[in-house]
T-cell receptor, first 115, second 118 residues
Framework: DTEVTQTPKHLVMGMTNKKSLKCEQHMGHRAMYWYKQKAKKPPELMFVYSYEKLSINESVPSRFSPECPNSSLLNLHLHALQPEDSALYLC??????????????FGDGTRLSIL | AQKITQTQPGMFVQEKEAVTLDCTYDTSDPSYGLFWYKQPSSGEMIFLIYQGSYDQQNATEGRYSLNFQKARKSANLVISASQLGDSAMYFCAMREGSGYSSASKIIFGSGTRLSIRP
């Protein structure tokens, strides 16, 4: 079992729906990340939160809206998604950003399909 | 410019044999960290091993070892005595620098799909 928990594991939604992905960690990490991964490709960074503040947005479309309500939780709100947004969405966490030796610990991901 | 290169898209290895997965990297930052992750078909990314740019010895974690050749900018993963459960995608990744914003990004290679034959 991973120490980063993502829900739901699978999500199918229409292009007009609003849904949210949830990520939770209890490792005391203060940096949290959202990645998007298409099949047979490496993960692509979307957002980074540090101490509950958004520190990096990799020019992600506004139909993806991240939220970090506290140090253990990270949400990704979805609205008006496109079929090309279908992918595996991975959440990760790590100790504070400084220091190159801190690995990111990943959740199992949410497989998102847009109809 | 691609900073992490994995030249083996796929590999087939007989069970119990050792396997080496190649990774080369490019950076001008003297401080960096190198990571290997395993991703089974179920999707989770599993952290395997870490090597720092200033580490004098090659990292080892159980059956995993990292063959770090700094002058060649290579960080190959060696799996000894492969098992069927080792079949997965393997990603090499790098984090550069010690600054606030740059340290947050991990750059991934394109991955190597490893298949273990019984």
């Amino acid at each position: 079992d991973t120490e980063v928990t993502q829900t739901p594991k699978h999500l199918v939604m229409g292009m007009t729906n609003k849904k949210s992905l949830k990520c939770e960690q209890h490792m005391g990490h203060r940096a949290m990340y959202w990645y998007k991964q298409k099949a047979k490709k490496p993960p692509e960074l979307m957002f980074v939160y540090s101490y509950e503040k958004l520190s990096i947005n990799e020019s992600v479309p506004s139909r993806f809206s991240p939220e970090c309500p506290n140090s253990s939780l990270l949400n990704l709100h979805l609205h008006a998604l496109q079929p090309e947004d279908s992918a595996l969405y991975l959440c990760a966490s790590s100790l504070p950003l400084t220091g190159v030796n801190q690995p990111q610990h990943f959740g199992d991901g949410t497989r998102l399909s847009i109809l | 410019a691609q900073k992490i290169t994995q030249t083996q898209p796929g590999m087939f290895v007989q069970e119990k044999e050792a396997v080496t997965l190649d990774c080369t990297y490019d950076t001008s930052d003297p401080s960096y960290g190198l990571f290997w992750y395993k991703q089974p078909s179920s999707g989770e990314m599993i952290f395997l091993i870490y090597q720092g740019s200033y580490d004098q010895q090659n990292a080892t974690e159980g059956r995993y070892s990292l063959n770090f050749q700094k002058a060649r900018k290579s960080a190959n993963l060696v799996i000894s005595a492969s098992q069927l459960g080792d079949s997965a995608m393997y990603f090499c990744a790098m984090r550069e620098g010690s600054g606030y914003s740059s340290a947050s990004k991990i750059i991934f290679g394109s991955g190597t799909r490893l298949s273990i034959r019984p």
